[in-house]
């Protein structure tokens, strides 16, 4: 059975760096499209980053354009986010997803419809 497992995140201050990990089960992960969600409290869920199944073409939210940079390992089966100059606003849950709807897609979706896949979430909170 597929699965996502998220793991890092925690607490640091504005201006800090933090990263989330994501390791996901199954032969087929280097086929999928990957991405990664946040929903901060009384908020929707809103989309982050996302990369495509070999790692050449990665997509980011304006908000977090130039600060956060996602990554795949597809020989370790990991995809992860590296966040940098942290702001309070990007306090929230942040979700790994996997869109396993369509193999070797070199567009990486933005829209959480196209994801059928989801982790347990991480927790990262910005605060001083």
């Known amino acids: 059975q597929e699965q996502l497992v998220e793991s890092g995140g925690g607490l640091v201050q504005p201006g800090g760096s933090l990263s989330v990990s994501c390791a996901a089960s199954?032969?087929?992960?280097?086929?999928?499209?990957m991405g990664w969600f946040r929903q901060a409290p009384e908020k929707e869920r809103e989309f982050v980053a996302s990369?495509?199944?070999?790692?050449?073409?990665?997509l980011y939210a304006d908000s977090v354009k130039g600060r956060f940079t996602i990554s795949r390992d597809n020989a370790k089966n990991t995809v992860s986010l590296q966040m940098n100059s942290l702001k309070s606003e990007d306090t929230a849950v942040y979700y790994c997803?996997?869109?396993?709807?369509?193999?070797?897609?070199?567009?990486?979706?933005?829209?959480?419809?196209?994801?059928?896949?989801w982790g347990q979430g991480a927790q990262v909170t910005v605060s001083s």
């Open positions: 997803a996997a869109n396993r709807r369509t193999i070797s897609v070199s567009y990486p979706s933005t829209q959480d419809d196209d994801y059928d896949l």
């Open positions: 199954g032969r087929t992960f280097r086929s999928f499209v």
């Open positions: 990369i495509n199944y070999s790692g050449s073409t990665a």
